[in-house]
């Protein structure tokens, strides 16, 4: 009784002396003094493995990022395990919304609208630190941080992101995005990176791509050529078991039904 006594009379000094002073009562307010988002650097160089969940698809990329310009280069990475695929080299430039899709193959230029916001491969600075955590086997790993744009009690996370601690890299990325025309839903890997760009030149689009009519949607060339599909002709045997001519027509017979017996 006699501590809350106390403690009671500390309290009424403290605002006793805002109160004289002419001011008002102190209020509370949150200090976050946790870690910081950090910032990755405005341009690298990578490569990243990237599954998108809406096409059920995953593919690997070359990738050339410039933060400061707001421009991406893309190559598609070949499967070595799909003959006839493909080859693309996607150029996007956020600041005219414009996206250049290379065919390789064919080389041919389509020009159309970027759909998918500007992802700038960084955390927010009004970030959400959701945990730290060490990647890899006990004693060689790394720590990482994990980031999303969740705004506890107000705002599901839309974003998250896993960084190094050290230089702030990114190490995975999921994004979505449920707007009804272009639902986005993607993972992203990254490695093999690199600070800088070693030649800004890959922004540039080839002259085929000059004088091309933009197509405010994005014209999707399938990504695999097949030949024609084989037909096969298909005959039916009929032996007749109700007559029996003799060993070898018995021998026919047995092999037959032993044959039909495997499918």
């Known amino acids: 009784m006699i501590r809350v006594f106390i403690l009671l009379m500390t309290v ?75 080859q693309y080299n996607y150029i996007m430039e956020f600041k005219t919304n414009t996206l250049y899709t290379i065919n390789l193959n064919l080389n041919t230029c389509t020009v159309t609208n970027l759909t998918q916001p500007w992802q700038n491969h960084t955390i ?73 760009i070693a030649n800004m030149s890959v922004f540039d689009p080839p002259e085929i791509c000059k004088n091309q009519t933009v197509h405010p949607e994005p014209e999707f060339e399938p990504e695999l050529e097949f030949d024609p599909p084989i037909t096969y002709q298909y005959f039916n045997v009929t032996i007749d078991d109700d007559k029996d001519s003799g060993p070898v027509n018995s021998f026919f017979k047995k092999g037959w039904n032993y044959f039909k017996s495997l499918f």
């Open 124 to 196: 927010p600075t009004d970030a959400t630190l959701e945990d730290e955590y060490e990647l890899g086997a006990p004693g060689s790993g790394f720590r990482v941080r994990e980031w999303s744009d969740r705004l506890p009690a107000r705002r599901a996370e839309s974003w998250i992101g896993i960084f190094t601690i050290a230089s702030c890299w990114p190490i995975v990325e999921v994004f979505t995005d449920d707007e009804p025309q272009n639902p986005v839903s993607l993972t992203t890997r990254f490695f093999d990176l690199t600070p800088g």
């Open 12 to 86: 009424g000094a403290v605002l006793g002396t805002y109160i004289i002073q002419g001011n008002t009562a102190p209020t509370l307010t949150r200090v976050n003094t946790g870690p910081k988002p950090c910032q990755t650097i405005p341009q690298w160089e990578g490569r990243a493995s990237e599954w998108n969940h809406i096409t059920e698809s995953n593919n690997r990329y070359i990738i050339s990022f410039d933060g400061v310009g707001l421009r991406k280069r893309v190559l598609k990475e070949a499967k070595s395990f799909m003959p006839g695929e493909r």
